[in-house]
């Protein structure tokens, strides 16, 4: 039995980048002799298992034949006689087919270190064209890397075109695409996700809304908006902050007429895409929220405070901070303004401040009630200075 360290870890380990997970290969063993050692299975789809002590993962080396459509259309053996380069020659690009041996010597067949060394992303061999969802996990490392000097290998993109031709995409299930996006949205340049997407002409079957994200396919104005707001995300800028952000830059430019359609339509995206509700909601509330707050100083305090209950943020106030930190990069993307956040905050804390009864206590009841609260509402956002 030979273990090794397998992908990510050796890739980025190499390109002193950030290791989070580690993964490994053992050669020359069974499932029973990995189950007498303590290790724990993982599903039943192919041979993997989990570390006693580590909680790591370590799969027997195995080879796979593609049996179907999709990227679970394959079948996998797994022997102790599978070797390592078998093993490594199933994976993605040559920068993530490399291993590492106990004692620290780097097993190489298919020329990784030679791609690092020119940041080049390149195809094991042509099996890549196999799995469809490769041309999502290649665009999510050009978005990773590109900032490093990293591009995309001609004959790469190629394979990548072709699966774009064939139906392979239309096999890919929805989660499974969300979950290359969300982790697309956390990489220094997202944008590249995108735009390697449109180059693989996958874009258009995948995120048809994200194309105005591309610099040659949409306006100097959006192009430049998103290009900036691309460089105003930090690492702790959250992923539905940077989704909703990309995505009420590019439904603000549908051409809709009324609000309410632009709502719908974004609506029927994260439906579609199956994005979890915390994005989706914060995506909604941004539509709403940016064209009062970019003329907070010019709206009425009627406009105001319809904002405020649409939102419903004097019951739900922890949904201001995300909606302003949203509004905040797309006001500046945008327009190079800055978003007076505390203001809105201070306002949001003297409306939670009006009493109902101490103004029941001053003999308004019934309808004079609500009205009488509406009046002490509209006041103090009639009162508001300008927040830009």
């Known amino acids: ?170 096999h890919l299930t929805r989660e499974r695409v969300w979950q290359e996006l969300d982790r697309a949205l956390a990489e220094k340049t997202p944008l590249v996700f995108f735009t390697t997407l449109d180059q693989a002409n996958a874009l258009t079957t995948l995120f048809p809304v994200f194309k105005k994200l591309v610099p040659s396919v949409t306006s100097a104005a959006t192009a430049t908006a998103a290009t900036s707001l691309q460089q105003l995300f930090t690492d702790d800028t959250a992923n539905e902050i940077r989704f909703a952000a990309l995505c009420v830059l590019c439904f603000r430019e549908e051409g809709f007429i009324e609000a309410a359609d632009a709502k719908e339509a974004l609506l029927n995206f994260c439906q579609q895409l199956r994005t979890p509700n915390q994005y989706r909601d914060l995506a909604l509330h941004t539509l709403t929220a940016l064209p009062v707050l970019h003329h907070w100083s010019t709206v009425s305090a009627e406009q105001r405070l319809t904002l405020i209950q649409a939102l419903d943020l004097i019951r739900r106030p922890e949904r201001l901070g995300s909606i302003l930190q949203t509004c905040t990069l797309l006001i500046s993307a945008l327009y190079q303004e800055r978003l007076n956040t505390q203001a809105l905050e201070s306002l949001l804390i003297k409306l939670k401040d009006i009493s109902p009864a101490q103004i029941i206590q001053q003999g308004f009841k019934g309808a004079a009630l609500g009205t009488e609260i509406k009046r002490q509402q509209l006041t103090m956002c009639e009162n508001e200075p300008s927040i830009l």
Do not use: C
């Open 1 to 170: 039995m030979e273990i090794y360290l397998v992908g990510g870890a050796v890739r980025d380990q190499l390109l002193s980048y950030p290791i989070y997970d580690k993964d490994w290969v053992v050669v020359g063993a069974t499932p029973e002799a990995m189950l007498e050692l303590g290790y724990k299975p993982v599903g039943s789809d192919f041979p993997v298992f989990i570390h006693p002590t580590s909680n790591e993962e370590y799969a027997l080396a195995r080879t796979e034949r593609k049996s179907g459509k999709g990227y679970t259309g394959f079948q996998y053996y797994a022997s102790p006689e599978v070797t390592l380069e078998e093993d490594l020659s199933r994976r993605d690009l040559t920068i993530n087919a490399m291993a590492q041996s106990k004692d620290g010597k780097i097993i190489d067949p298919y020329g990784g270190l030679d791609d690092l060394q020119a940041k080049l992303l390149r195809h094991v061999s042509p099996a890549f064209s196999e799995d469809p969802l490769r041309i999502l996990r290649v665009a999510r490392f050009a978005a990773r890397y590109a900032h490093l000097g990293f591009t995309l290998a001609p004959e790469t993109l190629q394979l990548m075109q072709n699966i774009s031709a064939s139906d392979e995409l239309e």
